[in-house]
């Protein structure tokens, strides 16, 4: 029966100019769909830069043009599929158009997105950060890679790395620079001195000691660190249990949420929700199913009663 059959998807997102279809042709001129199998490439938005048909027709891919977002619906995917039976499908989605349109509604069932790539021209993303930062956010959402090219020798990689990350933990990401060529090494400098044995964790510091500390726990395992932080409290936690958090803005001020890592103290209790405290703690690895293997958890020391930060949300760039 037709919509049976699972279809792998590898889906380029990314704005205007941002080099999608430049990436896609470096994934099949290094061998990545020469397997023979037949793939269809959905073009939902033509650049500067067009895929010579004989690179496509070399490696067993037709290529259809989807100009209008109206035209490209699940019905019309199940009509593609139908007519071009292929073996796995390469979307370059419009940088303008819904992703969550995409996966929700347009994507039919039975076609799997296996890996999202998102592409940044590094010469126009302050731009776009500025004045387009939710629909940028949106990609680095739901993306697996993120690779930042045309990159200057002055630009901001690590504040850059660090907005991905603050909207997308697991996904990975790539700085390449003008030549093409991959920046190694990518060197992130903490405020403070991370082989320390005791870490004081200054207010506006917050953000970044949180992403750090989710990317490389073991870093910080048996080490004591101090800071502010507002009580969180849920049904679900244990009584000596709760997150000293902060407000975080990922992406607009529509887009606040609470970030950190739970606490036991033995008097956790005593400390009303919201109130703001002032943390010693020790980190600890624990293994959970619902993480899916070892995670941070922090054991109080000591927690006292502090006044709020000068600004109390924290921000990632």
């Known amino acids: 029966m037709f919509g049976k059959k699972e279809i792998p998807v590898y889906l380029f997102t990314g704005l205007l100019e941002s080099g999608k279809t430049t990436c896609i042709q470096e994934v099949i001129e290094e061998g990545n769909f020469s397997d023979g199998a037949k793939t269809l490439f959905l073009m939902c938005e033509e650049g500067e830069h067009e895929i010579d048909d004989p690179l496509l027709m070399e490696n067993r891919i ?69 004045n387009m930062k939710p629909l940028l956010m949106a990609h680095f959402q739901m993306s697996d890679l993120v690779i930042f090219n045309r990159c200057a020798d002055d630009f901001d990689k690590p504040s850059a790395r660090r907005s991905v990350k603050a909207i997308n933990r697991r996904a990975q990401v790539l700085f390449e620079a003008e030549d093409g060529s991959v920046v190694s090494n990518l060197d992130e400098t903490l405020p403070y001195d991370i082989n320390a044995a005791s870490i004081f964790i200054e207010d506006d510091d917050f953000g970044l000691w949180y992403l750090d500390m989710s990317e490389h726990p073991e870093r910080y395992v048996g080490k004591t660190i101090t800071f502010k932080g507002q009580v969180y409290r849920s049904r679900t936690y244990p009584k000596d249990a709760f997150v000293p958090a902060r407000k975080a803005m990922t992406c607009c001020e529509d887009d606040i949420a609470k970030i950190g890592f739970m606490c036991h ?37 000591s927690v006292e009663p502090a006044e709020p930060p000068e600004e109390e949300v924290v921000y990632f760039g």
């Open 62 to 130: 037709s290529a259809v043009v989807i100009e209008d977002s109206d035209e490209f619906t699940e019905d019309a995917c199940k009509k593609l599929q139908e007519k071009y039976k292929p073996d796995r499908i390469v979307i370059e989605y419009n940088g303008m158009w819904d992703m969550e349109e995409l996966f929700g509604e347009i994507l039919p069932e039975n076609w799997f997105v296996v890996q999202t790539f998102t592409t940044v021209n590094a010469q126009t993303y302050q731009v776009y950060s500025n």
């Open 265 to 301: 103290y033995p008097d956790a209790s005593q400390y009303a929700a919201d109130s703001w405290v002032s943390v010693t703690v020790k980190v600890k690895m624990q293994k959970s199913r619902k993480h899916e293997g070892e995670f941070p958890v922090l054991y109080a020391d």
